[in-house]
Structures are given as C-alpha cells and as structure tokens.
C-alpha cells in the first residue's frame, strides 16, 4: 500500500490511491478506513466495492475499488452504478416516508382503505405500516415470477390481492424479497395524483431534485458503460463456501415447497442472485431487490435523512416513526423466511441487540444479499453505503464490509 498517497492530518482530504486495489479520498483521521477497505479487495475477497461514508454533512470517506466485472478489464470509479437488491427496499422505504408527509396514506391506515381487493384472504385490518414491516404475510405469491413478467405490476398486484397470507398477518414477519415493491408501488399508484409508480415518483420526487444516482428502474438512456456486473453465487457455493447463512435457511432454500424456497426462488429457480443482473430487471422497476446505485447516491440520499428530512418535506411525525421503529410482531422478531430473528420497520431493517449495525437504535437502513450495507444514524449523524459487485454467502455483518464500518467508528471515536 502506498504510504505516500496519505497526507498527514490536516483539514484537507487525504487522497488516496492505491494502485488498481482502491481510490478515493478519506477525510484526515479516517486514513485506517482507506487501508481496510484497499486490503479486502488486495485479498480477492471482493471483486470490486464502493463505500461512501459522510458525518455531520461532510464526506469523510468516499472509496472506490477493484474491478467493474470479471474481465478485470475496467475499474470501478466513483459514479459507477450497481444492482443493490434489497438495500432496495431502504430506498423504498423513503419514497413511502415522503408519500406519508405528502398525507397520500399514512402508516396507520388500512392498506384495503386503499387498495380495496387487498382485503381478500383475512387482509382487511392489515395496515400501511404492518405491510412495509414486511408483516402481512405476503413474503411468497402463487404466482410465476419470469423476467418477462416482473414489470407487470397490473397482474403481479391483483395476485398479491388474491393471496391467501402465509401467516396470519402481524404474528411474525418475514423476508419480502419482491412483494414489499409491489406493495409500496400499487399504494402510491392509487393515492398520487398523477397515478405514478414507485420508480417514477421516486426519480421525480427524489432523485432528480437531489441530483443522486439511485434509480427504482434504469432509464433506457442511462450510460450502461458505468454498470458494474455483478459475480454471483450459485446454490452448491451456498454448501461448499458456506459462512455466516444459517444453515436452516440454507437448506429450506433448497426444498421445494418451504417458505424459503418459495419466496426466493421465484423467479430465480435455484440459479442465484446474479441472474438478475441483466437488462430486463434493471428497467423493470423492482422495488424490493432491482435498485441500481451508486454508493455516492446512497449515502448522499440516507444524508438527507440522517439531517431531518427536511429537504425531502419529511414531517417530524414521520421521522419519529423511522427512527422509534414499528412495533414488533406478536409472536416475536424471528424471520419466517431467514429462520433468524431480524426487525423490519417501515421499509427498512432496525438495528436490535442481534445486530448493532450502527451506534445508536434510532438508525435506519437495509442490507443486502451478498453483503452491502446501507443506513443513516440521525443521532450520531451518520449516512453510510457500502456496495460491492462479488456476493459473499452470508447474513449481514459481511467481513468486508463490517471491517470497513469497524474503523470507521474507531477513527469517529478518535476524532471525538
């Protein structure tokens, strides 16, 4: 590592460089940040990462590294773009945070006040807030989810109406993996004036006014040239590499017929996350899992969340919620789908004492299949993204990640 690319203290950035391993700059005192994260891609552990760190209104870290894709043809740079899966349902969360201060629904209301054919199946009492916990039940559809039809949202909404829920709704909540976009989409759709989907209010409404590369469905004019590839797993690397999945969750995704198998497998049929990274799903507007991003757009978008809200005309009744967190599921925080406990909260996953992600509980965010991380912190002022292009098999806490995220907090800790 090039000790020469870091400048000592100063108020300056420090820029660092390190040849094809990682680029960027750290803010003076977050120079440990740069070298943990230039030796997770030094190691091969990550074929290529972005992080994007900001504190206070200041961008303390910003990181780009590695590869675009396989070839090892193209580095990553900083505005590149990547598929992000469920820190979708992050990005999700917020366009429902500014619908709800924008009074087109609320948290507590009936989601069949809304959405009237919701009500079949015993969903009648089911509110706004309960569905974007991911308690209502509606974690696996009968219904076959193709790369054809996943933009159908027409066909896709009246089978989520139809369904018969897979638990009784506000007992437990589980895993959304597609159906939390839907949901949140067909909710907007029937309260904006203009009949807009989640993807379009959310460019309209958020995106293009900040100036941020987040995108629920990428414009056919968008550069593909700026996309890095994703390098995905297959099920047998789930058994032969297997880290932190738990194993009932490993197997359960592999029996026709569970829960698990059900919710994530359709459409995927066993072939792993990375067959999503193609074309069809970028433009099809998924709200759960088909985001693309940049770690600079995520942090600068989690940035406005983390200072108030009050760009985006997010009320102080709506952060409250955010930060205090939905209330739990009667019979407990364990995931019917990820056989683990984990608290979903109006779109996003809230840190509870099985995982700290972040320093306070007031902190807000979501994480992804293969190890990305995004959230924001208002109490101690922090949005934080971290992104990578190579899927690890297991939960949260990705090493490559969470080493990056560790230092981060122990040079916050210095600096204070």
């Known amino acids: 590592m090039s000790q020469q690319a870091l400048s000592p203290r100063s ?16 803010a003076a005192g977050f120079e440990p940040v740069a070298h943990v994260f230039a030796a997770t891609i030094r190691s091969g552990a990550a074929l290529g990462a972005a992080c994007t760190i900001i504190h206070r209104g200041e961008t303390v870290v910003d990181l780009q590294g590695g590869w675009q ?36 629904f609320a948290y507590e209301e009936p989601v069949a006040d809304i959405w009237p054919e919701f009500a079949g199946q015993g969903k009648g009492a089911v509110t706004v807030g309960e569905a974007l916990s991911e308690q209502a039940g509606l974690a696996a559809i009968d219904f076959k989810l193709t790369l054809d039809t996943m933009g159908d949202e027409d066909a896709i909404c009246a089978a989520i109406a139809r369904q018969k829920p897979n638990w009784t709704p506000g007992d437990y909540a589980g895993n959304h993996a597609y159906t939390l976009g839907w949901i949140a989409s067909e909710l907007i759709r029937r309260r904006d004036p203009q009949r807009r989907s989640l993807g379009r209010f959310f460019a ?67 072939q792993g996350p990375g067959a999503l990274d193609c074309e069809a799903f970028w433009r099809a507007g998924q709200g759960a899992a088909g985001g693309m991003a940049s770690a600079r757009g995520l942090a600068a978008l989690y940035q406005v969340f983390a200072e108030g809200g009050e760009r985006l005309g997010i009320t ?82 990705d090493p490559r990640e969470k080493i990056v995220r560790d230092a981060f907090y122990a040079c916050l800790e210095n600096r204070s």
Not at 11 to 26: I, K
Not at 356 to 381: I, T
């Open 204 to 270: 309209e409404e958020i995106a293009v006014p900040l100036g941020i590369d987040v995108f629920i469905g990428l414009d056919e004019s968008f550069d593909r040239s700026r996309i890095a590839r994703i390098a995905g797993f297959g099920v047998p690397d789930l058994f032969l590499h297997h880290t932190t999945m738990p194993w009932p969750l490993t197997i359960r995704m592999c029996l026709p017929g569970t829960l698990a198998f059900r919710t994530l497998n359709n459409p995927l049929l066993l």
């Open 11 to 26: 108020a300056e950035p420090s820029r660092f460089h390190d040849d094809d391993w990682a680029r960027g700059h750290v």
């Open 316 to 397: 102080r009744a709506v952060m409250n919620k955010i930060s205090s967190g939905h209330r739990y599921p009667r019979k407990g925080l364990k995931d019917r789908i990820l056989a683990l406990d984990m608290y979903y909260s109006h779109g996003f996953e809230k840190p509870f004492a099985d995982w700290e992600y972040a320093r306070s509980r007031n902190a807000f965010g979501s994480f992804a299949v293969g190890g990305s991380l995004a959230y924001a912190d208002p109490e101690d002022e922090v949005a934080y993204a971290w992104i990578t292009n190579q899927l690890g098999t297991g939960k949260w806490d």
């Open 69 to 104: 894709d396989r070839s090892r043809q193209v580095a990553w740079q900083g505005d590149d773009i990547a598929l992000v899966y469920s820190l979708t349902k992050g990005v999700t969360g917020m366009a429902a945070a500014v619908a709800v201060s924008r009074g087109l």
